[in-house]
């Protein structure tokens, strides 16, 4: 099943951009049962994880993001959204989204994301 990720871009700092990862093939109740993950890599740096959206809908942020990045997910579409404000130079990075299970592990294309002014 592949992840369609989009949404990157380049932002002024302070700016917002919204990424989307769209799982179209995948049947509703499998899109249900993942956690659903956002993901970022800056250059020389390790991956990061920046947002979780559990199964059960709890959302869970890496410090960095917290108050500024927002997680969500809308089943009809099977499409999960990362919703990115007050952006920062720091927030510079690939942005991979991750659908996980304890079975599966399945990942989009990542999707660049440039703050500068």
């Known amino acids: 099943v592949q992840l369609q990720a989009s949404g990157g871009g380049l932002a002024q700092p302070g700016g917002s951009l919204r990424l989307s990862c769209a799982a179209p093939?995948?049947?509703?109740?499998?899109?249900?049962?993942?956690?659903w993950n956002w993901y970022r890599q800056a250059p020389g740096k390790q991956r990061e994880l920046v947002a979780i959206?559990?199964?059960?809908?709890?959302?869970n942020y890496t410090d960095a993001v917290k108050g500024r990045f927002t997680i969500s997910r809308d089943n009809r579409k099977k499409t999960v959204y990362l919703q990115m404000n007050s952006l920062k130079p720091e927030d510079t990075a690939v942005y991979y989204c991750?659908?996980?299970?304890?079975?599966?592990?399945?990942w989009g294309q990542g999707t660049q994301v440039t703050v500068s002014s």
């Open positions: 991750n659908a996980w299970t304890a079975n599966s592990d399945r």
């Open positions: 093939r995948m049947i509703l109740s499998t899109f249900w049962t993942q956690t």
């Open positions: 959206s559990s199964q059960g809908g709890t959302a």
